[in-house]
């Protein structure tokens, strides 16, 4: 039996076996090679009526359950509605709508209003040549005209 070992570590340590073969040697040993050389040379391990349990933490749980908060985008006033100057039009993340007639663009790109009156949006062409048909939205603000107020006489 101990000539059988020694053979076969011999035979581990010496013989070089094509890639990815697998050969049973007369012990029970199993030799596997592989590109750079041998991988397991000895006898498997039997563990019998054993539980084996993780020794580490599984890597998922850890890495999720953060998510961020809602950053409260998109149109803020509808078409037609009146706004007071400086009130909110538009919140967005770089220039999905530009600004028109009295409408000015915050430093996060938030669309605002600078003068009061109701709010008109509509597409502008950007390039008038032939092969260009690229359109971009566009916010305005139309300026109310001021109402004259009619003194009621009491009777």
Do not use: W
Request: net charge positive; proline share 4%.
């Amino acid at each position: 039996m101990r000539a059988a070992i020694l053979s076969g570590v011999l035979a581990c340590a010496l013989v070089f076996v094509v890639y990815n073969s697998q050969t049973k040697l007369e012990s029970g040993m199993t030799m596997t090679a592989m590109r750079g050389g041998f991988t397991a040379c000895a006898r498997p391990q039997v563990v019998r009526n054993m539980m084996t349990f993780a020794h580490k933490k599984g890597s998922g749980s850890t890495e999720n359950g953060r998510d961020s908060n809602s950053k409260r985008l998109g149109l803020k006033v509808t078409h037609g509605k009146v706004v007071p100057a400086g009130s909110i039009i538009f919140r967005q993340r770089g220039q999905r709508v530009h600004p028109g007639k009295n409408v000015a663009v915050g430093k996060d790109y938030t669309l605002f209003a600078t003068k009061t009156g109701v709010v008109k949006f509509s597409n502008q062409r950007v390039n008038n040549g032939p092969k260009h048909k690229r359109i971009r939205k566009v916010a305005h603000i139309v300026p109310e005209e001021p109402v004259a107020e009619v003194a009621v006489e009491s009777l």
